[in-house]
């Protein structure tokens, strides 16, 4: 299997199943003398795992990360950073029904067909358990960005969508409820949206925004590998994922160029951000600003039909502890995977010029 590597110098390589011994990951690229704080890591990961609240699956991982390399005294020594979270909660048999099974909009079909076999138990690779390794990677690159901060929070869950912009919310309210809401009356209507379809046994998607603050000036390499290309990439890459906008995104393409254009004002920053902060795919001081669409996620707790390997199709019932929403869980992987992205520009930036 190829693709396990995200990164140009600031790279990391994940692996592992969701019901083998462990998962983890190798961050290479990182300078050398990078302090870091390992509890921050740690409480990272706390915001991803599994079992936080009601509304989120409740398997319960304690999913503690150990660092194996590439950290001494508090620092990074700039060799690659290994570490890995042991499985330890897997109830392999909550998957024995899917053996032979090939559940709709899931990965089983198309893992089976391309690699020849699949590790059904719990989605083996495809499982969205590998990306507890990109929150440890990303968590070290936020350390590395200085006075760049990348903040994440659900704008909508289902049909309830949050239209107030990122300036008016209170980003200080994100970790004080159990959706992510960076607003606490949206946050609890979404909460009771996310308790009743779990009651129905079904599942709901959403969007999570993210903004990127205190952006230096000139990140992003601008043909193939521009700033807003790289970032959309990478939360494509999360499972799930079905959409990406940056900047004024589909909206733009309703308006005339008088009322999207960014005026300058006279420092170079501008009087407007419909650009989201990148320009010719080169970020230009402002802030970044994205969204990203998360699907229902395909295991449903009622009966649906499904393929079995014998090309017969048969009623299942799905079962076992899944999401039924799962951008609450995935705020921290859509800030760890920007983060990500940044830091590997932060260091392409320095062989610009002499
Ligand atoms: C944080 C998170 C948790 C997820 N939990 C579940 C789950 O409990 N059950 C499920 O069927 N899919 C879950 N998914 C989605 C699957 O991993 C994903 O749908 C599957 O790998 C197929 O890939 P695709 O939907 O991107 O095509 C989760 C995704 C994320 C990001």
Avoid: W
């Avoid at 390589?13 to 019901?19: D, V, Y």
Wanted: aromatic share 8%; proline share 3%.
């Amino acid at each position: 299997m190829a693709g396990n590597t995200y990164g140009t110098l600031f790279k990391l390589t994940t692996f592992g199943e969701s019901h083998g011994k462990a998962i983890g990951g190798i961050i290479d690229g990182c300078p050398s003398g990078l302090e870091i704080d390992l509890q921050f890591v740690q409480s990272e990961l706390d915001r991803r795992k599994p079992g936080q609240s009601k509304i989120v699956t409740q398997r319960k991982e304690p999913d503690t990360v150990d660092f194996l390399s590439g950290i001494f005294e508090g620092k990074t020594t700039g060799t690659p950073i290994g570490f890995e979270i042991v499985n330890t909660n897997q109830k392999s048999k909550d998957y024995a029904h899917i053996k032979d099974t090939f559940r709709p909009s899931h990965a089983d079909y198309t893992y089976d067909q391309k690699y020849g076999n699949r590790d059904y138990r719990g989605g083996g690779r495809s499982s969205a358990r590998e990306t507890a390794s990109r929150v440890v990677a990303g968590a070290i690159a936020k350390q590395m960005l200085g006075d760049m901060k990348v903040t994440a929070y659900v704008s909508a869950v289902g049909d309830l969508v949050s239209e107030i912009s990122y300036q008016e919310l209170d980003f200080g309210c994100i970790e004080q409820n159990d959706v992510r809401c960076a607003d606490s009356a949206f946050a609890k209507a979404c909460e009771e949206k996310i308790k009743a379809i779990r009651k129905e046994g079904d599942t709901i998607g959403g969007v999570i925004s993210c903004v990127i603050q205190n952006v230096p000036l000139g990140l992003g390499e601008p043909v193939f590998d521009k700033l807003h290309a790289e970032l959309g990439k990478a939360m494509l890459s999360i499972n799930a994922v079905k959409g990406f906008e940056y900047g004024s995104g589909f909206a733009g393409a309703q308006m005339k160029g008088s009322a999207h254009n960014d005026l300058f004002n006279e420092d170079g920053s501008t009087q407007s951000n419909q650009s989201g902060g990148v320009q010719g795919g080169i970020s230009n001081g402002m802030d970044i600003y994205f969204k990203v669409a998360f699907k229902p996620v395909a295991t449903v707790m009622q009966k649906q039909t499904a393929l079995q390997k014998d090309g017969t199709l048969s009623e299942m019932q799905g079962k076992g502890r899944h999401d039924p929403c799962v951008v609450p869980r995935a705020v921290p992987i859509v800030e760890a995977m920007a983060a990500l992205v940044m830091a590997d520009f932060v260091l392409r930036d320095k062989s610009v010029r002499l």
